[in-house]
């Protein structure tokens, strides 16, 4: 069991910035990776940004290569997902996941534990 809490989402206008956190609790230390998703009105849910959690090595969709980045701090058992050059299809809720098992990144079936999601609207 893995609890998850995002945070850092808000009202901004197009160019800014924000950073995600996302702080795990529970029995986190089987954590394979960590993934972030976001999901717009209308639209699946899709896929942002992942790092395997004991190499660090990240990965992103090839949309958002560039704009943001994924980061952890193992300490505190917490995942960033930076985001810059904000814009308005960047609007959606973003959610971070937890993968227990070493699988492909960017398919939301692969992971197992998810957090309510954090709203971040881009204003234009």
């Known amino acids: 069991q893995v609890q998850l809490v995002e945070s850092g989402g808000g009202l901004v206008q197009a160019g800014d910035s924000l950073r995600l956190s996302c702080v795990a609790s529970g029995r986190t230390y089987s954590t394979s990776a960590m993934g972030w998703f976001r999901q717009a009105p209308g639209k699946d849910r899709e896929f942002v940004a992942a790092v395997r959690w004991h190499s660090g090595d990240p990965y992103y969709a090839e949309s958002l290569k560039g704009r943001f980045t994924i980061s952890k701090e193992d300490a505190k058992n917490t995942v960033y997902l930076q985001m810059n050059n904000l814009k308005s299809e960047d609007t959606a809720v973003y959610y971070c996941?937890?993968?227990?098992?070493?699988?492909?990144?960017?398919?939301?079936?692969?992971?197992?534990?998810w957090g309510q999601g954090t709203q971040v609207t881009v204003s234009s």
């Open positions: 996941a937890d993968q227990e098992a070493y699988n492909i990144l960017s398919s939301v079936y692969a992971y197992e534990y």
